[in-house]
């Protein structure tokens, strides 16, 4: 007898086939094997038999009824931002999924992975202007990375594999899959494919050793370097590997607000965030740099002021996956097509193996700590309850460690300036389109992914209004997520560009009544009143206008077990500083009131 041992033959795993099920349950097998544990879904007639069968798998899988389909959309946002996974929001047809487009394309814009299902009219009546029919395939062509119409039900399986995968692969991004109602009702027995089949889709590329290692020389022979980094680093999973950079080569650092969060803003090279209303030292820094080396940042116009004038001195690195966003709106003289965890994580082997030996930059730190310390992020004393100052005492009180959510406006700059976030996925907010309202979603999907972690959503009144009713969902769903608004009663970021423009003309930025406009000295004026909107929806709700029971009000609502609104009563007079106007550059930054 033969002892030679047998070959081991390796065999491909094996598609599965399953018995005979509707299109809408294999939908739902489909999402569970991909590992979706909770859905953000209001229904609809076209999407009715999808929520039939989410409710059979209820244990397997959770889905949370929104208020507003908007709503879920961002609660899908929240989700994903803080997991790093898809977020799933669903949509019944024509006005169920027109309300989401402005999710899809805020995902577009920040790369964001989200999977947007929506129920589609029966195959026979599109085209035919058929009752809640719109072409949502066509009019988000130009906000998705990939979208599917399903015609063909025996496709399910293998769309809804390949959509999850290319929203979570190279640069996230969204991916529609709009579901006619005959495919979701069709029976038949499901084939699951058990690898993915897409030719066409590339590998993540990695950088070349050499063009690394030219990258060490570029900064070796540099005398005033600036490591920006942008968004990327956190969808990329590269924190650990920048941080580990960072200090093996000694660079300064300067963060997006897409990458707050990836390099430790309380770590001395940290230059914390850049752009229109970030720090004097980040701005400065970038602009007087001698090499620039960018990782997974796109040179949005809110970080470069006056293009001609970013940077005007500096030898330019972009790394990025996207091979599109190099030159685009800053050209760049080392342009490297790469995943960023992989080039940084090689750049930190070949340092240990070629000796390289970073560099001091003495001259150039002391001129950073300078600046640093001449132009913190500050404000001025008030009698009054500032916005700043709220920020700043919720940040003492849940020493950093929470989960923040913003709306756009001020206060999502503010957020930004006086929470000091020192690890990724923390500060969560619309940075792309800036989409008001976005804030309390996100902060109920956040808490939703960590319903162990405190998560806060600070907001502005105007934007709080655009998706109040998610009220209803933190209470029924049981949500305990908080909001702080800063309710100063008017468009506060609009009222800014008003009084530097338009010679404080206001045109219609007044939220509150016109005729008796709340202020700190005013409480009879705050309209609309929201303790009584929060507690009409069962959410208890405090308000505070008096600075010696700020920590105390904000302490309460971290400690309430439930989901909680407080309402800080700010003076709307206050500017968000630093600022670089539009078309201007940061050599010409406000940072005194007086526009100085």
């Known amino acids: 007898m033969s002892t030679q041992p047998k070959p081991v033959v390796d065999f491909p795993p094996q598609d599965e086939k399953l018995p005979a099920m509707k299109g809408a349950d294999v939908l739902v097998e489909a999402l569970i094997r991909e590992g979706v544990d909770v859905v953000f879904a209001y229904p609809g007639g076209a999407s009715m038999e999808l929520h039939q069968a989410l409710v059979k798998r209820e244990k397997d899988i959770r889905t949370i009824l929104p208020r507003f389909e908007q709503g879920g959309g961002f609660m899908a946002h929240g989700y994903a931002r803080t997991t790093g996974k898809a977020g799933v929001c669903m949509a019944t047809s024509g006005p169920g999924a027109t309300n989401l487009i402005t999710c899809i394309a805020d995902a577009w814009m920040d790369s964001t992975p989200l999977v947007a299902i929506t129920g589609q009219v029966y195959q026979q009546f599109i085209g035919k202007t058929a009752f809640q029919e719109t072409d949502v395939y066509g009019m988000t062509l130009p906000v998705v990375k990939h979208s599917y119409l399903v015609l063909e039900a025996e496709e399910l399986p293998r769309i809804i594999k390949e959509a999850f995968h290319i929203a979570t692969s190279g640069r996230p991004g969204p991916v529609l899959i709009d579901i006619p109602k005959d495919v979701q009702q069709k029976i038949w027995e499901p084939v699951f494919p058990a690898e993915l089949d897409l030719p066409g889709l590339q590998k993540p590329p990695h950088a070349p050793d050499e063009d690394l290692l030219k990258i060490l020389e570029i900064i070796t022979n540099a005398e005033r370097p ?65 090499v620039l080396i960018c990782a997974g940042a796109r040179f949005d116009d809110r970080i470069t002021g006056k293009v001609e004038m970013f940077a005007p001195k500096s030898y330019i690195v ?38 390289y030996r970073k560099r001091p930059y003495t001259e150039w730190y002391s001129t950073l700590n300078s ?61 792309g389109l800036g989409t008001m309202g976005f804030g309390l979603p996100a902060a109920l ?21 655009m998706n109040v009713q998610e009220l209803a969902t933190a209470k029924v769903e049981q949500i305990h997520a908080k909001t702080m608004i800063l309710n100063n009663q008017h468009l506060g970021m609009v009222v800014q560009w008003e009084d530097l423009l ?28 929201y303790i009584t909107v929060a507690e009409g929806f069962g959410v ?57």
């Open 226 to 290: 600036v490591l920006y980094i942008g968004g990327g680093i956190i969808s990329g999973d590269a924190h650990e590997e920048l941080r580990e950079f960072a200090q093996l080569t000694n660079l300064p650092v300067a963060s997006t607000l897409m990458g707050l969060g990836a390099f430790p803003a309380d770590h001395p090279q940290s230059l914390y965030w850049f752009g229109m209303h970030g720090s004097v030292a980040g701005n400065w820094a970038v602009c007087e740099s001698d």
């Open 318 to 355: 972009h790394f990025d996956i996207d091979r599109s966003e190099h030159n685009k709106n800053k050209k760049a003289h080392f342009p490297i097509h790469t995943d960023i965890k992989y080039a940084l994580g090689r750049l930190n082997t070949l340092i240990k193996e070629s000796g």
């Open 371 to 431: 600046w640093k310390k001449e132009h913190p992020f500050a404000y001025d004393e008030s009698k009054h309850i500032l916005s700043q100052e709220a920020v700043q005492v919720l940040y003492e009180e849940t020493m950093g460690d929470a989960i923040i959510t913003t709306g756009v406006g001020q206060h999502q700059m503010w957020a930004a300036q006086f929470y000091n976030f020192n690890e990724p996925r923390t500060y969560i907010s619309s940075l």
């Open 445 to 465: 999907g956040a808490k939703v992914a960590f319903p162990d972690r405190q998560v806060i959503n600070i907001d502005g009144d105007g934007s709080f209004l």
């Open 502 to 529: 338009y010679e404080s003309c206001r045109a219609q930025t007044i939220l509150g009544d016109p005729d008796n406009i709340g202020s700190p000295e005013n409480l009879d004026g705050i309209y609309p009143d």
């Open 540 to 596: 208890k709700a405090r308000r505070v206008y008096k600075k010696e029971e700020l920590r105390e009000a904000i302490q309460e609502m971290l400690d309430y077990d439930g989901p909680y609104l407080l309402d800080v009563i700010v003076p709307y007079t206050e500017h968000v500083l630093p600022m670089i106007q539009q078309g201007k550059s940061a050599k010409e930054i406000l940072i005194k009131p007086n526009g100085k």
